[in-house]
């Protein structure tokens, strides 16, 4: 019997592995921080809804704000930001993405599954606590969950769209780099004219 410890592999949901351990550290703290608020608040200061109505809001603010700005950046290379045409009064969404040149091996393999995963599991978290609230008929319960639930889908769309132009992006640099799909169409089209 094998007595050494196996060794982690890279994508594996270890912290350890981590390109960016203090800020997927963050990402998880504040992820998880708004619904321990939420579920456990009311053991510590006596069901004050108030209280724990601005605490998971303030908490769900952070996260909105870090997974955004600095989260989504530094672990999988993407942004997104919101612009209105000041004339028109248009609303439309930037997707960005980090150079794929500056990052020799692509994103850290763990670094993108902790960021996915927890990036769609905590509004289905939430969607379960709201269908629970409902059954329980707790009502005013629900103000927070719609918070929750507005902040957390709006990061994971913005996000799984900015992926989605990330690779349709990446697909079109391949394709029109220097050895790609446009120097072999224009090849192909100049040998076959001076061939005839």
Do not use: C
């Not at 993405?97 to 990036?119: E, Y």
Request: avoid cysteine; proline fraction near 3%.
């Amino acid at each position: 019997m094998d007595t050494t410890a196996q060794l982690p592999l890279q994508g594996d949901l270890s912290w350890k592995l981590s390109a960016h351990p203090i800020t997927l550290l963050w990402f998880l703290g504040f992820r998880i921080s708004s619904l321990l608020v939420y579920l456990f608040g009311g053991l510590f200061v006596s069901n004050n809804f108030i209280l724990i109505f601005i605490l998971t809001i303030v908490l769900l603010s952070m996260d909105f704000y870090y997974l955004k700005n600095i989260a989504g950046r530094r672990l999988v290379g993407l942004r997104w930001w919101n612009e209105v045409d000041p004339a028109t009064g248009d609303s439309k969404w930037v997707f960005e993405s980090a150079d794929t040149s500056q990052r020799p091996g692509g994103t850290n393999k763990t670094d993108s599954r902790f960021f996915w995963l927890a990036l769609y599991v905590q509004p289905a978290l939430w969607i379960g606590l709201a269908i629970l609230a409902v059954v329980r008929l707790s009502f005013v319960w629900l103000s927070v969950i719609v918070v929750a639930l507005i902040l957390t889908i709006t990061n994971t769309l913005a996000f799984s769209r900015a992926d989605k132009f990330s690779q349709a992006s990446n697909i079109a640099t391949r394709a029109l780099d220097t050895g790609g799909l446009a120097r072999n169409i224009a090849g192909n089209m100049f040998s076959r004219v001076f061939n005839r």
